[in-house]
């Protein structure tokens, strides 16, 4: 079993530039594809954006542009840059990995609030 580990959550203030982290826990597991997904207050978890092994990434929603997602192979890690953050409901942020053919893991994710 691998236990993914975000990190980077926590308070910011609006304007504000955070950026998750996200590793599989002692295990050297590595993934064709991790991604990040968010999930607001009483609605359904939603993809932010994922990225290959080779560097490909895919973006979803309007955060494109504001949000960068990108990896360090070496050391296994997923992150996702954050700019320009905007007052809202604490969202929790979600990380994820799976290989071709494999299962797909979670972390338990870490939660961003943004005050205004």
């Known amino acids: 079993q691998v236990q993914l580990v975000e990190s980077g959550g926590g308070l910011v203030q609006a304007g504000g530039s955070p950026r998750l982290s996200c590793a599989p826990s002692?295990?050297?597991?590595?993934?064709?594809?991790m991604g990040w997904y968010r999930q607001a207050p009483g609605k359904q978890r939603e993809l932010v954006a994922s990225i290959t092994r080779g560097g490909s990434t895919n973006y979803a929603g309007s955060r494109t542009g504001r949000f960068t997602i990108s990896r360090d192979n070496a050391k296994n890690t997923v992150f996702l840059q954050m700019n320009s953050l905007k007052p809202e409901d604490p969202v929790v942020y979600y990380c994820?990995?799976?290989?071709?053919?494999?299962?797909?893991?979670w972390g338990r994710g870490t939660q961003v609030t943004v005050s205004s």
């Open positions: 002692g295990s050297t597991y590595s993934a064709n594809v």
């Open positions: 994820n990995a799976a290989t071709l053919g494999g299962p797909m893991y």
